[in-house]
């Protein structure tokens, strides 16, 4: 296995991703972990040190001790932080940078370099970092430099190596292939781990955890709950309780649409609750986006307590992206928003272990490949992602019934049109934003002051960064038409060509 010890970059996860991508089977854990005792029952090949917010000089900054490097004696791989950290750790010096580099930025390599093997000169990286490696560590000698900084440092008799960029990220365009020769040429490791085992295991370990108890999973109808349906009732059977809560914010016509597709295609335990009413009015007058997904969170789990009793463990189709900018359970990364599967009384239950999430350290794609080694239709498999709280975080401001109204069918136009231009597949997620505002108009050589929809369609691998789509033009036409003149209250259509990082996915 590889290791990669967490010093809080929110790209963390993506490491791991690309190396399970590899069939190389690798563990995430916070950098204070005692990698002895995980030595002990695994085979470590490989370190690979995250990156993170903080200074190494900063009194509070994370660190790991240089013997405790030295008496692995395993190939190690420093990233962004991890640079810096290997640099203080075998006595370099780093300084605060003049020049902040943060994007891409063109470097040049030597490829004679193991982790640069078969790659050009000059390649184009992400980065991401404020100080910078001045002067070089003992026994350490240049790999590649940027116009600004040292890009990457090898000590090629203890196999350290340590980048100052990103290879992780879709940006750094040969990234996969330096993690490659890490772990291929540098680690030397086999490719003999594969999706199909994750299955093999997350059925035995939740059979062990359950044994003879009850499951309760809130079904919603989307790729992550539906795959987790289908594997856990391969592992528990009659003990999985599959439930449906109609939350109020749902899509147009979902509703019926999950409810048909699980009673009529899965023999699942299937409970229908219509709460629409009841969410809706907790989010009466609610604006702040926080707010609103603690609220639906917090009565979800309400709900549930109501209307499931006996049951003994919550199970919730939590993947990774939604962990790692709520609260990182591996690390110390910082917080971008609270995601509505970790707050209130769900924390609680976490806590005491009542929860069941085999998801949490994987990506939707990852998720995607589950569903389809689990025979799960295509047609659930591919769909995009949904989020928990639903249109009440894409109702921007205040929610209610005339605005989900409005939203729900310029949303249903937009999946219609793509579709139609057969681009649905090809796209990470497509959906309407209803925004607080109202802009002037002419319809019917009348003067109108009306609503604004947003539209955001985005292109991602993974969710963690995504850039917004080149889409054709007459099929923005055709949605901004439809919309305009089939959806009262609307008379203005916008498009969001903002990419995540900096913005968001969604814009709450």
Request: with cysteine.
């Amino acid at each position: 296995m590889i290791l990669i010890l967490d010093f809080g970059s929110q790209y963390t996860q993506l490491i791991a991703k690309r190396i399970r991508k590899m069939k190389v089977y690798c563990e995430i854990h916070p950098y204070s972990a005692d990698i002895q005792k995980i030595a002990e029952n695994n085979r470590i090949e490989g370190l690979i040190l995250s990156g993170g917010p903080a200074s190494v000089y900063d009194s509070d900054s994370f660190k790991i001790e240089k013997k405790t490097l030295d008496e692995l004696n395993i190939p190690i791989l420093g990233i962004c932080y991890g640079m810096q950290l290997l640099s203080y750790l075998y006595e370099g010096k780093i300084t605060p940078s003049d020049s902040r580099e943060y994007g891409f930025t063109e470097i040049k390599l030597d490829s004679s370099s193991l982790l640069f093997e078969g790659l050009e000169e000059k390649q184009v990286v992400w980065m991401s970092h404020g100080d910078k490696v001045v002067e070089f560590p003992k026994d350490f000698i240049k790999a590649a430099e940027s116009k600004n900084a040292l890009a990457s440092i090898q000590n090629k008799k203890k196999h350290i190596y340590a980048v100052q960029f990103h290879p992780e990220v879709v940006h750094t365009k040969n990234g996969g292939k330096m993690l490659e020769n890490f772990v291929f040429k540098i680690c030397k490791c086999i490719a003999d781990w594969e999706m199909g085992s994750f299955i093999d295991n997350t059925v035995h370990a939740v059979r062990n955890q359950v044994k003879d108890k009850k499951v309760v999973l809130g079904l919603s109808g989307g790729v992550d709950s539906s795959v987790l349906a289908v594997l856990l009732h391969k592992a528990l059977g009659k003990n999985l309780l599959c439930v449906f809560v109609n939350n109020g914010v749902l899509r147009k016509n979902e509703a019926l649409k999950v409810q048909e597709t699980f009673t009529k295609n899965y023999d699942i335990n299937f409970k229908y609750i219509d709460a629409s009413k009841e969410f809706l009015q907790k989010l009466k007058g609610i604006d702040s986006p926080e707010q609103k997904r603690k609220i639906i969170g917090e009565y979800f789990l309400e709900v549930f307590s109501k209307t499931t009793q006996g049951f003994d463990f919550l199970a919730q189709g939590t993947l990774y992206p939604d962990v790692i900018e709520s609260v990182n359970v591996k690390g110390p990364s910082d917080t971008i928003k609270t995601h509505h599967n970790r707050v209130g009384g769900v924390l609680e239950l976490i806590n005491q272990g009542k929860v069941i999430e085999p998801f949490k350290e994987l990506f939707k794609d990852e998720v995607r490949e589950i569903g389809r080694e689990l025979g799960v239709p295509d047609e659930i498999v591919n769909r995009q992602p949904f989020p928990g709280p639903g249109l009440a975080i894409r109702v921007l401001g205040d929610v209610t019934e005339e605005k989900l109204n409005t939203l729900r069918e310029a949303d249903a136009i937009i999946i219609e049109e793509i579709k139609n231009a057969g681009l649905y597949n090809q796209i990470w997620q497509a959906f309407g934003v209803f925004l607080p505002v109202q802009s002037v108009g002419v319809m019917g050589d009348k003067r109108t002051y009306e609503n604004v929809i947003a539209l955001r369609i985005v292109e991602s691998v993974d969710g963690m960064t995504a850039d917004w789509v080149k889409m054709p033009y007459d099929v923005l036409n055709k949605i901004s038409s439809r919309i305009i003149n089939e959806v009262k209250g609307i008379n203005r259509v916008v498009y969001d060509i903002s990419s995540k990082p900096p913005a968001t996915i969604e814009w709450e």
